[in-house]
């Protein structure tokens, strides 16, 4: 038996040409016969409607003209040509005819120097006559075959969903909110700061395979677990019962039991002994002083999730400190806790260790707290208390390992002791059979079954008719655009042919269900497209993918039914209800990963050598991360003026950032806006510590690399890649030499000078802030410079340098001089329509799947005009991108009629 998929060629495999046509090719055999898909299903067939990559189409005549191409051979060849053709680009070699996509993307290139000025190098060798007749003829060339491209073609390729995608479209269908497949998915691969770019968005075998075990798992995850809820179990667990052992790593001051706010010195054998007696004293406390870090036992005694699923955890605690003598005294602010689920596996914490999203501030006073966990079978759960100390391992010479806790602080030791804690579940639906049952099978009656893999069985004297109607429902609910009869029937196929085969009902519609769930209908997202009758589909699924990463939901798709939906009062009220929706926070979160990478928030470890204060801070990490997206939400919901990306008079913060940017006391770990006294260093986006630690590489921090990041990121002016043969400058930890001194000798070179000054002047206003964006004066180093030492966080002595001066001044390529970052984000924030454009450009990369194209230009000029009398707000031009060509693959309606696009 074999499994015949349709899959475009050039999807299936990464190293055919993306121009490949080979209409003919019909379907594509991905999968051969296997033992696990014998009884899986029997064929599935994947009806793509268009592909538009792989079709023929009318040819467009255009090229350069004979007049451009006269007036590049005078003033450019002489260059531009060789072997020894300056930056490689030889206009002898490219071709003149723009339906070359190479040659094309050459003469983009082209264009954009011979606007910019850079080319030629001196002005005097191109009039400005002529560089204008130049521009022209070659815009109006561009414009002309590029636009016929999209029109013939689409933007790009049909793009598959990534994995986060799948993921969310399952959770939502299923209604499995907590579904879990993603890491069972290939990882996707980025373009342009992106991980939504068709282009890079293939589909292999090996790709195909995994998506099938994920849409398997997630079906038979939806499926009643039994005719009955399973029984809740609550579990309550006294303090003697709640921690592992009797004592952690870090000794007594790391954790110890307590009774009357005392120390109660228990050994492992007392513990033991009152847990087999069962003689748990209830006003015993348990007081744990460290974080989570490795290595660690902070988990309750006995305790496992037999069942996977929802747990809710209530407890009782108070926030205190330790003192001297190991007594307990309330504490002087709250300790943010929460927890992580993790598999019972000793002290090592290594592996699938999993934090709630909510954290809990633990107040000074005894008071119950409550919070639910999503546990995998056999998992356990620990306690983390955030931004706590951990202590540090010490081998003496003929001496047992051993780790000690850093020293009491005054005021002594902060920590949680709690008083018990009950845990409950799984938690079922209170609905049996649950929600994500009754989304497969209706109503259909269910009944136990101990044959297959599955715990329930439908009951049905007409199995036929009830597999078409259940399959048509199911189809009917997944479906993005209206699925074709003929497709249905091939469904309906294979599930009578299981059925047939002697298969349970259930198991039949799984196999049906699995193969659309992997079909290229359910996998691909349609390419809106002018004239198409199934364009209000693709702009609903657009729309929702980039707002939410899921599939559109009932109110959506009821205005793509009405035939209302591209109208524009429609459109811009179903985007404003799409950012307030909950399922915003998934755009929030995956943009700001790629465009800001957050994603790589946790890449490189703080050096423990120079910056000892950050050793296993991860709530200050976590807190940098929350704190960029929280700021971003609120541009989004306030439609904030896009200089707000470079300066504002506030920030997002808790008690651990409010310490990090030396800003006055706060409680507890919500973050809030919170004003900033005049004149401060921070304010806006690009001083965040977030972005100011991504790029940094833990040890020291480079103008070049920031410099660069800004200029690309916010500023939308990404910097030629570097000489092959020119080496990377490294900064000096040892304190001879500044940063600055190093890139001046660098910069000899004129040719070096010329492209660095695009970005280290920026790079240099942002020395005054470490690798994790906390303000310096002075560098550190490890060799020369003023002394300093101590003891970190996790009890390591420490010794480190205070070298140089930071020197935060420069100039512009412009002539722009500044002294300070102040002075920097004061010339940043003058040219506002750079930083809209780049945020436009940045979206409709993210949106769309598809690079910016030449085409899009002034369709992106058009938007700045609409938005520059109120200041380029951030959400006036994300709604105006979506009411746009570049977003519709059409005009839109109001343009049609005259209106503004």
């Known amino acids: 038996m074999s499994v015949f998929l349709q899959y475009p060629e050039s999807r299936v495999l990464p190293d055919r040409s993306p121009d490949h046509c080979d209409c003919a090719a019909g379907t594509r055999t991905l999968i051969d016969t296997a033992p696990r898909f014998a009884r899986f299903l029997t064929w599935s067939v994947l009806i793509l409607s268009a592909w538009c990559e792989a079709q023929a189409t009318e040819a467009v005549q255009a090229g350069i003209g004979k007049n451009e191409r006269a007036l590049l051979k005078s003033t450019c060849v002489d260059c531009h040509s060789g072997e020894a053709a300056e930056a490689k680009l030889d206009l002898q070699q490219i071709s003149f005819d723009l339906k070359d996509k190479t040659a094309r993307h050459r003469w983009v290139q082209i264009y954009d120097r011979i606007a910019a000025g850079e080319m030629p190098p001196d002005p005097a060798d191109l009039s400005a006559e002529n560089r204008q007749a130049l521009l022209k003829s070659l815009s109006s060339a561009l414009l002309q075959v590029d636009q016929a491209e999209v029109s013939n073609h689409g933007r790009g390729p049909m793009r598959r969903l990534t994995r986060q995608e799948y993921e969310q479209n399952l959770r939502d269908l299923l209604q499995l909110p907590e579904l879990d497949i993603r890491d069972m998915l290939p990882a996707d691969r980025e373009r342009l700061h992106c991980n939504k770019v068709a282009e890079v968005l293939d589909m292999s075998r090996i790709q195909l395979e995994a998506y099938l075990d994920a849409a398997d798992a997630a079906l038979r995850q939806a499926v009643a677990s039994g005719v009955k809820p399973r029984p809740r179990k609550l ?50 406390e348990l007081a744990i002083f460290r974080s989570a870090s490795w290595p660690y036992y902070g988990y309750p005694d006995q305790f496992k999730a037999v069942q996977p699923g929802t747990y809710r955890l209530r407890f009782s605690a108070r926030a205190v400190r330790q003192l001297r003598d190991f007594s307990l005294k309330p504490a002087q602010s709250s300790i943010p806790t929460n927890f992580r689920a993790r598999k019972r596996s000793g002290a090592d914490v290594s592996g699938d260790v999993r934090a709630t999203k909510e954290i809990l501030d633990i107040q000074p006073e005894p008071a119950i707290y409550e919070t639910t966990i999503r546990l995998k079978q056999n998992e356990t759960f620990e306690y983390s208390l955030l931004g706590l100390p951990v202590p540090r391992a010490i081998n003496p010479p003929n001496a047992p ?60 004297e007409q199995p036929e008719q009830e597999a078409r109607r259940l399959l048509r429902r199911f189809i009917k609910q997944a479906e993005r655009e209206p699925t074709p009869e003929e497709v249905i029937q091939i469904y309906e196929q294979l599930v009578l042919g ?42 609903a699924s657009r729309l929702s993918h980039f707002l939410g990463n899921t599939c559109p939901d009932a109110e959506l798709k009821s205005h793509v039914a009405d035939g209302d939906l591209l109208q524009p009062m429609v459109l811009r009220s179903e985007t404003e209800r799409l950012l307030k929706a909950e399922s915003s926070e998934a755009f929030v979160n995956n943009f700001t990963d790629y465009w800001l990478s957050l994603k790589d928030i946790r890449r490189d470890e703080p050096d423990a050598r120079l910056y000892p204060e950050y050793r296993f801070d991860d709530y200050l990490i976590d807190s940098l991360a929350l704190e960029t997206r929280a700021f971003f939400r609120y541009l989004l919901e306030e439609n904030l003026p896009i200089t707000a990306l470079v300066q504002t008079d506030f920030i997002f913060a808790n008690d651990r950032l409010a310490r990090h940017y030396d800003l006055p006391p706060l409680e507890g770990s919500r973050l809030r806006r919170v004003a900033l006294p005049a004149n401060s260093p921070y304010g806006g986006l690009i001083t965040q510590g977030a972005i100011l630690k991504v790029t940094a590489n833990g040890t020291t921090t480079s103008p070049v690399i920031r ?146 194209r030449f085409s899009d230009r002034p369709v992106i000029e058009s938007i700045l005009d609409q938005c520059e009398p109120d200041q380029y707000r951030v959400r006036d031009l994300l709604l105006a991108l979506v009411q746009s060509r570049i977003f519709l693959g059409t005009e839109p309606v109001a343009a049609a009629k005259g209106s503004e696009s």
């Not at 070179?749 to 920026?762: E, G, I, L």
Request: glycine fraction near 8%; charged fraction near 20%; hydrophobic fraction near 35%.
């Open 401 to 460: 390992l051993y780790y000690d806790f850093p020293p009491r602080p005054e005021g002594g030791h902060p920590g949680v002791a709690f008083q018990w804690l009950e845990i409950t579940g799984p938690l079922d639906s209170e609905v049996w059979p649950p929600p994500s049952h009754r989304r497969l099978f209706d109503e259909l009656p269910i009944r136990s079954t101990q044959a297959g893999t599955l715990a329930v069985e439908l009951v049905t």
């Open 235 to 284: 579990e309550r667990l006294p303090a003697t019962r709640m921690f592992l052992t009797a004592q952690t790593f870090g000794e007594r001051e790391a954790m110890f039991y307590a009774k009357d706010s005392k120390l109660v010195p228990l050994s492992m054998a007392d513990l033991n002994r009152i847990r087999k007696e069962n003689s748990h004293d209830p006003a015993m």
């Open 707 to 852: 410099g660069a990041w800004i200029m690309e990121r916010i500023m939308g002016e990404p910097p030629p890649p570097p000489p092959p043969s020119v080496p990377a400058v490294e900064p000096d930890i040892r304190g001879a030499k500044t940063i600055r001194d190093q890139l001046a000798q660098h910069t000899r070179d004129p040719v070096c000078a010329n492209c660095h000054a695009r970005f280290d002047p920026v790079g240099f206003a942002l020395e005054n802030y470490d690798i994790m964006g906390a303000w310096r004066n002075r560098y550190r180093s490890l060799g020369q410079g003023e002394k300093v030492t101590g003891i970190d966080r996790a009890g390591h002595d420490y010794a480190y340098f205070i070298a140089g001066p930071v020197d935060a001044g420069g100039q512009l390529r412009d002539g722009r001089a500044f002294q300070n970052i102040q002075e920097l984000k004061q010339l940043l924030v003058q040219n506002p329509r750079q930083l809209a454009r780049n945020f436009l450009q940045q979206l409709t990369v993210y949106a769309t799947g598809t690079p910016v």
């Open 498 to 539: 299981e059925l047939k085969r002697g298969e349970p009902l259930a198991e039949a519609l799984l196999s049906g269900y699995s193969a659309l769930l992997c079909s290229g209908q359910y996998l691909y997202l349609p390419e809106p497209q002018q004239n198409s009758e199934q364009l209000p589909y693709a702009v």
